[in-house]
């Protein structure tokens, strides 16, 4: 069975940095393509970032572009996601999300595409 466990949010001041991880257990993780969402009060659920399996290209949505970088780690089964240069906007519930389905770029920023996802951690950009 496969799970994916978010970590790493808090509370930080406009500019500052954060990163968070998401470790998957159970199945192939390099099998996995990898992604980020994230969920304000009020709006929708938001792609973020992602990587595809068997790629080390990653894909940002325009809004993060230039201040958050996703990298992942196969042996640990583990993918980051690192905030930089904060804004209140980012302001959200980010969730880790994992599938084994290949998917094409149309529809990586889809969350109904990912099969797993974890149960979100709090991100809160402040001052």
């Known amino acids: 069975q496969v799970q994916v466990v978010e970590s790493g949010g808090g509370l930080v001041q406009p500019g500052g940095s954060l990163r968070l991880s998401c470790v998957v257990t159970g199945g192939t993780f390099s099998n996995f393509a990898m992604a980020w969402f994230r969920q304000a009060p009020g709006k929708e659920r938001e792609f973020v970032s992602a990587?595809?399996?068997?790629?080390?290209?990653?894909y940002h949505a325009d809004s993060v572009k230039g201040r958050f970088a996703l990298s992942r780690d196969n042996a640990k089964k583990t993918v980051h996601l690192q905030m930089n240069n904060l804004k209140p906007e980012d302001t959200a519930v980010y969730y880790c999300?994992?599938?084994?389905?290949?998917?094409?770029?149309?529809?990586?920023?889809?969350?109904?595409?990912?099969?797993?996802w974890g149960q979100g951690t709090q991100v809160t950009v402040s001052s």
């Open positions: 999300a994992a599938t084994s389905t290949g998917l094409i770029l149309s529809t990586l920023r889809i969350p109904t595409s990912y099969d797993y």
């Open positions: 990587s595809r399996r068997g790629s080390s290209n990653t």
